[in-house]
């Protein structure tokens, strides 16, 4: 499905951007997709990350080039000298971590609602689904207040990242909403 491969400049390139809060799995999504679904079942050993990544993949005939930002409080400022020219956000929610799912939604309205973000699409990844007492997806869009943000294309979708569960899916929607700049 996905292959990591170099650059390219047609027009199925899409700027997406990784967002979230810090250890919601950001950087584990990232490699996980770089290594393609072949390789979901290998672990991935990741640090926090301190400024971005990048990444380029494949999914059929789009390439993406995937910028993954730290989530840190000092860092979530930083996130808007990334929008410009993205076109798909993929925004990582730690499912089981209730006690942030209101900060998440914060940080992503910020995000969405900022100018440059006006034409991308967002890909949710409700990450850590398989642990006790993680929100459905439903609940995660109602926590993430996303009705407030008007006619914006969502999808809501639950993931393990560590085991690559769900992550396709994710990966499948975006590639069928997302549209070239």
Not at 53 to 65: A, D, L, R
Not at 119 to 126: G, W
Request: with cysteine; hydrophobic share 40%.
């Amino acid at each position: 499905w996905i292959d990591f491969m170099g650059g390219s400049s047609s027009k199925e390139d899409i700027r997406v951007l990784i967002a979230g809060l810090d250890a919601a799995g950001k950087t584990t999504i990232l490699y996980k997709l770089k290594r393609g679904e072949k390789r979901k079942t290998e672990a991935v050993t990741t640090i926090p990350t301190l400024d971005f990544n990048v990444e380029t993949c494949k999914y059929g005939k789009k390439t993406f080039s995937i910028w993954d930002v730290g989530g840190q409080d000092s860092i979530r400022p930083l996130w808007r000298h990334h929008f410009t020219g993205t076109q798909g956000l993929i925004y990582v929610v730690d499912s089981a971590d209730r006690q942030r799912v209101r900060k998440a939604a914060e940080e992503l309205h910020k995000i969405v609602l900022d100018h440059e973000m006006r034409f991308a699409v967002t890909l949710i990844l409700a990450n850590k689904s398989d642990l006790p007492h993680a929100l459905s997806p439903d609940d995660i869009a109602s926590e993430l207040r996303l009705a407030q943000l008007g006619d914006r294309t969502f999808h809501v979708q639950p993931t393990c990242a560590t085991n690559g569960e769900g992550l396709w899916e994710g990966v499948k929607w975006l590639a069928e909403h997302v549209k070239p700049i």
